[in-house]
């Protein structure tokens, strides 16, 4: 493409004023409408991006935009995404792909049918830590991955509890427009994340979630999942919207990786030293009761900001550069899809306590 690609941006508040700022930045970009229910948000962003605000999205639609980038509630991902694929446009749409399985393999079927780049935006893959952690388990430094874990938790919940209560409810209070609670926001990140990183799918999940100190939300504040790997190894993915705090590991038989609250690393590996983007273990081994390991090393690494337009791994410009060069986005829909298959049998699990099989066809595409 010669000229400048030209973008919508639908839904410029919320998430989307984090990001506003790789389309500014990118020369080879210009957003020409930013498209909000609320006029005042639309304006706020068309001011930063010298674009169109409207609280109309046919906007989107128009001629001479050729990429969509929608950031609006779960229940208007299907009519909007489809609307935006049919009308021949560059897709990238916030995770999750919708509020309900049906929803998302709608979508998925529309973006099957185009030639242009459909993407799904999932911001942890900015970071290049997972793709050092990728790179580990990749070259066997940490073994055989046998246990995967993560807790992603923030108030979200309570906040949009106490709302709704004073009269005020939004999305995020209904079951039907979210398509659940805080597992459906939170756990498709890291459902997501452990696939990528170890190449195999789960099987089977048996979860349990609850409402404690949410009474204005319909769904739940707080989730606990044990997956099941084809592989073997085991996933625990903790999430909740009534306590905050961030913890990932993964552990294998050789060595380790655990981060926390998206700062502190701590690495062991008997592998010997490992040089990545931003990982740089030095290696050496302990002794301790059950053996030599890889001696631990401790290492602060900031994620990058959701903004930052020279981040090679930045999502929304590894979007845009997709689009522009007309190869598939780095996250793909159908993936989305897959993973909103695990979200529905831990939703399974947790209503008729039991095991639940995640029935799922193989992927097309790797990841």
Known sequence: MDRKLNV?????????????????????????????????????????????????????????????IINTPNMLHRPQSVAAIEADKHVLLQKPVAANLQDAEAIAEAAARSPRTIGLYMSYF??????????????????????LYARLMHKGGMIASAEALKGHRTWRASLEQTGGGCFIQLAVHYIHIFEWLTGTRAVRATARTRNLHSPGVEGEDLAVAILEMENGALATLDTSWCANGEHFAVHGTLGRVEYRNSLSLYMASSEGPFQGRVIGYSGGLATSYDGTHGAEQHMEIKPPAFGDAGNSLNQHRMFLESARDSRPAFCSIS?????????????????????????????????
């Not at 500014?24 to 020409?32: E, G, H, I, M, N």
């Not at 900015?126 to 246990?147: E, K, M, T, Y």
């Not at 995640?358 to 595409?365: G, L, S, T, V, Y």
Request: charged content about 20%; hydrophobic content about 45%; glycine content about 4%.
């Open 8 to 68: 919508a941006i639908v839904g410029s508040g919320g998430m989307a004023a984090h990001y506003l700022s790789v389309y500014r930045d990118l020369p080879w970009v210009q957003v020409v409408s930013c498209i909000d229910a609320d006029l005042a948000k639309a304006r706020h962003a068309a001011q930063m991006l010298s674009a169109a605000p409207t609280t109309d999205f046919s906007a989107a639609l128009a001629p001479n935009v050729d990429a969509v």
């Open 126 to 147: 900015d970071q290049p830590l997972l793709h050092d952690l990728r790179d580990l388990i990749a070259q066997s430094r940490l073994g055989q991955i046998v246990h």
């Open 335 to 367: 993936s989305g899809v897959d993973d909103l298959r695990v979200v529905q049998a831990v939703y399974e699990s947790a209503r008729t306590d039991r095991a639940v099989e995640i029935a799922r066809p193989a992927p097309e595409n790797p990841r």
